[in-house]
């Protein structure tokens, strides 16, 4: 037998009986590598899935997921954040005070800025009027205020303003309606008594009183009865006080007359109350 053989590698030369075997073994090894998909990223066309134990791998740009059998893995991108929107709830109550009622209100803020004011009003749904006020930015989230004894209902607004652009961002609202009124009645007492500051006479004046929640005063004036001359005037006196009238001003056995009148903050009398006493005599 001759050297030569017919052409194995298309036309390129001559291949002996002898190199045969291991260009076969060379053909099976690639076309294992090429089935275990090792060759995969030679490929041109990314988008063709190449089956692994069971799970397909789709092309993406996103980063990181890893697949075990049976699953489908895609290339997983970072999500958008959530968007943030402020939001403003208000509950409010009523209870019953002596000349009218406690109102109050609290708030629940979810706010998408560093810095957000609240703020809440007061307003008379039958008359459409702002009866009521808060500071601009409350402290906390609950308001207390009273109103004299109205029977009506109020609408509270709460509102809330970002810090950074002073623009409103939320609002709340809601209804509440008066209670009935606490029953009270004004009044004011008065005593008096004499005595002696050394060798002077003396007049000792006590006063108690109670207003009904009007932010009332008393006033007080002491009469000299024989001339009625007003020899001491209190216009301004709390709820309880004593007052002293006493040394060389004061004269001996002589009627005087203390007068005691409870005065509402709008200046309405709300009850009065009066004594006569004489001083004592010259001793």
């Known amino acids: 037998m001759g050297t030569g053989s017919p052409s194995d ?9 002898a190199e045969r075997p291991m260009i076969r073994t060379l053909r099976i090894a690639v076309s294992g590598l090429a089935t275990a998909g090792l060759f995969a990223a030679c490929s041109n066309d990314l988008s063709s899935p190449i089956p692994i134990g069971g799970a397909q791998l789709s092309g993406s740009t996103g980063g990181g997921g890893t697949s075990t059998g049976g699953g489908t893995v895609s290339g997983g991108g970072t999500g958008a954040k959530a968007p943030c929107t402020n939001a403003l709830t208000i509950s409010g109550s009523a209870t019953e005070a002596l000349t009218g009622n406690a109102f109050s209100a609290s708030y629940v803020l979810t706010a998408c800025q560093s810095k957000t004011r609240v703020s809440m009003t007061a307003t008379d749904v039958a ?26 209902s109020y609408r509270i ?40 500051w050394g060798i002077y006479p003396a007049v000792w004046a006590a006063t108690d009183a109670q207003d ?19 020899e001491r005037d209190y216009p301004t006196l709390g709820m309880s006080s004593f007052i002293d009238f006493e040394g060389a001003t004061v004269s001996y056995n002589t009627p005087y007359r203390i007068y005691a009148e ?22």
């Open 157 to 196: 607004d709460a509102r809330a303003v970002a810090g950074s652009t002073n623009t409103l961002v939320a609002t709340a609202s809601t209804i509440v309606s008066t209670l009935d009124v606490l029953p009270c009645t004004p009044f004011v007492h008065e005593t008096a008594t004499v005595g002696y």
């Open 127 to 152: 008359t459409g009027a702002v009866v009521w006020n808060s500071v601009p930015d409350l402290a906390g989230t609950i308001a207390i205020w009273t109103l004299p004894y109205t029977l009506t």
């Open 212 to 230: 009904c929640g009007r932010s009332g005063t008393v006033h007080l004036r002491i009469t000299n009865l024989s001339n009625d001359r007003i």
């Open 262 to 283: 409870l005065v509402s903050r709008d200046g309405q009398i709300l009850s009065t109350s009066s004594t006569d006493i004489v001083s004592t005599p010259l001793r």
């Open 9 to 17: 590698d298309g036309g390129q030369g001559s291949i002996s009986l």
